[in-house]
C-alpha cells in the first residue's frame, strides 16, 4: 500500500526523528515528495509504502504525537 500524506508538524516535533521511528518500529518505507522546514513549523508532502496495517499504524503514531496528517486522495498533490 502507499498512502500519500500532507504533513504539519509543530515546532515541539521539529527535532524529533519521525521518520527514523516510522522506518524503525512501523517497517515503513517515507519517501519525502516536497519540505519546508522553518523554526516554528515544517510542513512536510510525504508518500508512505509498505504492508496496509504497518502504514495505518504509522500515521496513527504521527498522529498521536501532534503531527497533523491529512491524507491525499490518489492524484492528488499539493504544493509547498
Known amino acids: 500500500m502507499k498512502r500519500k500524506l500532507f504533513c504539519t ?8 526523528p519521525l521518520l527514523f521511528t516510522l522506518v524503525n518500529r512501523f517497517k515503513v518505507v517515507p519517501n519525502i515528495r516536497g519540505a519546508s522546514v522553518t523554526e516554528t513549523i515544517a510542513i512536510l508532502s510525504l508518500e508512505l509504502e509498505g504492508d496496509d496495517a504497518n ?3 504509522a500515521i496513527s503514531y504521527l ?3 501532534g503531527v ?6 490518489e492524484g492528488e498533490e499539493r504544493a509547498i
Do not use: A, D
Open 9 to 16: 508538524i509543530p515546532q515541539k516535533l521539529i527535532k524529533q
Open 55 to 57: 502504514v495505518e499504524e
Open 63 to 65: 498522529k498521536e504525537e
Open 68 to 73: 497533523q496528517v491529512e491524507i491525499l486522495k
